[in-house]
């Protein structure tokens, strides 16, 4: 059996020295007969296992319920000439395969409950016939380290071998739309996460037979796993947004599809992450008194302003959590803010917060005259220098040009050592912040590995 790991390209091209290479594919569910029917036509022979014997038996006649009589033929075809086979016995198809791809999801149980288990069985039935040299596909859908937890620790304990040394793991997961086969599929962005740069190359290599657009590669799963499934929770929240829109307009004898036509030509910029405006949350409740008016009780939206105000508090804490580990506290820190603060504004607000809690702050903002701040005037710094000179910690709120590029030498020289960034913008690289002394703290950014 040929070993996967370390797979160069003469070894898979031209198409002919393929067929010395067995794909198994465990779940022959719309995810697995896409993958099953692709690299079948991409010149690799294909071995299908499922727990239902009825779907294996369909597929043998060229048959399969989830898409047209097209694909029908085209699995027929495959099936006839060998390419496609099935096995009853997931540890049989395991074997004879040098490239195993699983993609079962979890379940959903009555009290909405995940049930893994049929992921875990299958996982043990490979790991007991697990060789050297193979690589497994994860292809479902993983909750946030379940790969790394759960079905890498099932394979290394049952087969004895160790992930990297001895086989490859990686992740693989397939988004698509109900009964969209063939060039909705080979046509996705498609990303692989594992541990190993050259496994997730041999892995790449046996994906661009198949798919038509460049492949990314993430050397982390969680990262993976996270952006799959908040892809999946971003979708459901739209959704949500499109639900409540559409009561309202029935209650105001509108078409809700009219008016999202309009909206759709007007989008706004991407928002900041602090940065709401008055004006913005007087247009806010604006709209909330005109929903209260028609009695629609929609929920989203009074939900997703108490998230977005809760922001200014969660930064003040950020700020709190960093000055603790440079043994300082709020109370009496000097606090340099960078960014658009707009009066009234979230930004603002902040200002108000952080005295509040006893801290001396002062604030640079490179666009914004100092006539225009009214309540702030008295923090204004007319320059970057002047703004962190004697600080504890620096609280960067949005990205300008002359402050994406801060230089940590001088900053370390002007500011009150050892000192804090809090980087909400995002645009700070933690590492040369930290090489300079620097204590790093962002919102959305988790603890450096």
């Known amino acids: 059996m040929p070993s996967i790991l370390g797979l160069k390209p003469d070894d898979i091209n031209p198409v002919e020295k393929r067929a010395k290479y067995t794909i ?74 040098d490239i195993i791809v699983l993609t079962i999801s979890p379940q959903i149980n009555t009290r909405n409950k995940l049930n893994f288990s049929k992921i875990e069985r299958s996982c043990k039935l490979v790991g007991e016939v697990l060789n050297q040299g193979m690589l497994f596909i994860y292809g479902g859908t993983a909750s946030l380290g379940y790969i790394e937890n759960n079905i890498k620790e099932i394979l290394e304990n049952t087969s004895g071998l160790t992930t990297t040394k001895d086989f490859g793991l990686v992740y693989s997961p397939i988004q698509f739309e109900n009964n969209q086969f063939s060039e909705f599929f080979i046509n996705q962005k498609l990303t692989l996460a594992g541990f190993d740069k050259s496994i997730l190359k041999s892995a790449e290599l046996i994906f661009q037979t198949v798919m038509k657009n460049e492949i990314d590669i993430v050397v982390d799963f969680k990262k993976l796993e996270a952006a799959v499934l908040f892809s999946i929770i971003k979708n459901d929240v739209y959704l949500a947004f499109a639900n409540e829109i559409a009561m309202i307009c029935e209650k105001s004898n509108l078409d809700y599809f009219e008016v999202m036509k309009i909206v759709e030509k007007h989008k706004p910029k991407d928002p900041e992450i602090i940065g709401v405006t008055k004006e913005e949350k007087n247009n806010f409740f604006m709209f909330l008194e005109s929903e209260e008016n028609i009695n629609t009780n929609v ?37 340099s803010i960078f960014g658009s603060i707009k009066p009234k504004s979230s930004g603002a607000e902040l200002i108000k917060l952080l005295e509040k809690k006893g801290a001396k702050t002062s604030l640079y903002d490179p666009f914004c005259p100092k006539g225009y701040l ?9 320059n970057l220098n002047e703004a962190v000179e004697g600080t504890d910690c620096l ?8 402050i994406n590029n801060l230089n940590f030498k001088k900053l370390r020289a002007r500011m009150k050592m050892p000192a804090a960034i809090i980087d909400i913008a995002g645009i700070i690289e933690r590492k040369k912040a930290e090489k300079e002394g620097f204590i790093y703290c962002g919102l959305g950014r988790g603890s450096e590995k």
């Open 24 to 97: 198994g594919i465990i779940g022959c569910g719309q995810v697995g007969f896409q993958f099953a029917i692709a690299f079948a036509e991409a010149g690799f022979k294909v071995i299908c296992t499922d727990e239902d014997q009825n779907l294996l038996r369909l597929i043998t006649k060229g048959k399969i319920p989830y898409f047209g009589r097209e694909i029908e033929k085209r699995l027929n075809s495959n099936v006839k000439r060998g390419k496609i086979k099935t096995e009853s016995e997931i540890k049989t198809a395991a074997a004879n395969s």
């Open 299 to 335: 929920k989203l939206f009074r939900i997703a302003r108490k998230i977005n105000e809760g922001i200014t508090i969660h930064s003040t804490k950020l700020a709190q959590k960093a000055l603790r580990i440079c043994g300082k506290t709020l109370r009496r820190a000097k606090i």
């Open 374 to 382: 009214k309540e702030n005037t008295r923090v204004f710094k007319k």
């Open 395 to 402: 609280i960067i709120l949005n990205a300008h040009n002359n």
